[in-house]
């Protein structure tokens, strides 16, 4: 019969063929042999448990010691401008829960494809402690950049070096670099200009000049503007001899230098002037009254408006009567006056004397008063209107003929009755 190690299907199992080898087979194993070896194999097994166990253990020890460090990053601009610098601040820490000593050997900026920045030694860290470096860069081409925070840490009592990440992405701009001029005076002596960054970049070194017929008559310099911002100066162009006016400016933006330019036309509003309007006239004997409306026909206030009958031959004025203080009158406004004077003449000089601008004034303007009618002392009358109202009289019946008739009709009748009775 063969050995039972090679287990013949014809047997039930296992122990029956152990028991029929040894009891049919001389040179096969024993029953008690095999027995012997399993208690032999199992001081191996165990051996063997306890370097998986060990060897996983640590594994898990190490994972755990790896996941105490941790990282963040942030990036300051978030969205920079080509060839703008970018600052990026690392911050690793060493976890309250940790039992061990990190040493933190390199920090490192990277996209897959790219190496940016690299800090070597950086320091240990203790439990609960944390430590930050700041890292720059700059970006040549405009998009979306993907980069890690690279972090290599061990423990201070040894271990292998773990390799720590954090992401953090930028958004690069284009390059855009605009300054622009635009200008505003209200009507006045001054031009206020303002400067406008409208790019993406601050811009420096920023002058600004006023030209007006190709002479150059005044420059400004302004401070630093960075970008969506202005800031604006004022030029007293009010001595200008011309309304035409040119603005240049000219600024310095990473490192060349570039002009901007503007023309502006100056609204000059038209100087504050009085004339006396709606004038009335009376007479009263040689009395005459002068009255109306002393009227702002300019663009600008004007103050301190004074009206007057200067004594001249043949003039004087009534008392206090001769003057009349108006004060301000604003600009296409008016204000009445009334003047008395004794008038020998057809015209009447009236004196108006007022600021504008802040420059005094002085002028007279005469009015005529030869179409009173001295004999009723009404304004405005004139001697057409009394002819016509003779031509009315002389249209009806003659009064003196009439009266002369009835007298003359009245005396013969008496005398022709006087005569009748005598006889």
Request: glycine fraction near 8%.
């Amino acid at each position: 019969m063969r050995c039972a190690g090679t287990f013949p299907p014809t047997h039930s199992s296992v122990r029956d063929l152990l028991v029929h080898a040894d009891t049919t087979c001389s040179g096969c194993p024993k029953a008690g042999d095999i027995l012997v070896r399993r208690q032999q194999l199992l001081p191996v097994f165990l051996t063997l448990l306890t370097i998986v166990c060990v060897t996983f253990g640590g594994a898990t020890v190490a994972s755990a010691q790896q996941s105490a460090v941790s990282v963040s990053v942030d990036a300051s601009p978030e969205d920079p401008v080509v060839g703008e610098t970018t600052t990026f601040n690392v911050t690793v820490t060493n976890q309250e829960g940790s039992n061990s000593i990190a040493d933190v050997s390199s920090i490192m900026l990277r996209t897959n494809q790219e190496h940016y920045e690299r800090v070597e030694d950086v320091g240990s860290l203790a439990p609960g402690g944390s430590l930050t470096v700041k890292m720059t860069t700059t970006f040549e081409q405009a998009g979306q950049k993907n980069l890690k925070a690279h972090v290599s840490a061990k423990r201070a009592s040894g271990g292998n070096l773990r390799a720590i990440y954090s992401p953090v992405t930028v958004d690069v701009q284009e390059l855009d670099i605009n300054g622009g001029l635009s200008t505003a005076s209200n009507g006045s002596d001054e031009t206020t200009v303002t400067f406008t960054n409208y790019g993406n970049v601050e811009l420096s070194n920023i002058e600004i000049t006023a030209t007006a017929d190709d002479s150059v008559r005044d420059n400004r310099d302004v401070f630093d503007v960075d970008p969506d911002e202005e800031t604006s100066v004022t030029f007293d162009t009010g001595e200008y001899d011309t309304d035409i006016i040119n603005f240049s400016a000219t600024y310095t933006a990473r490192g060349e230098q570039y002009e901007t330019t503007r023309t502006a036309t100056r609204d000059q509003q038209v100087t504050g002037e009085i004339r006396l309007t709606s004038i009335d006239v009376a007479a009263s004997g040689s009395t005459v009254s002068i009255d109306g409306e002393a009227a702002n026909i300019g663009g600008t206030d004007v103050e301190s408006v004074l009206i007057s009958i200067p004594t001249t031959d043949g003039i004087t004025p009534a008392g206090g009567s001769g003057e009349y203080f108006v004060g301000s009158v604003d600009a296409s406004e008016f204000s009445t006056f009334e003047l008395t004077a004794s008038v020998e003449r057809d015209t009447v000089p009236i004196r108006v004397a007022y600021i504008a601008d802040n420059d005094r004034v002085t002028k007279t303007q005469t009015v005529d008063v030869s179409s009173l009618n001295t004999t009723t002392g009404a304004a405005g009358q004139t001697q057409p209107e009394a002819t016509s109202g003779g031509e009315q009289n002389q249209s009806g019946l003659p009064l003196l003929p009439i009266i002369f008739g009835v007298v003359l009709v009245l005396t013969l009748g008496g005398l022709g009755r006087y005569l009748w009775n005598r006889e």
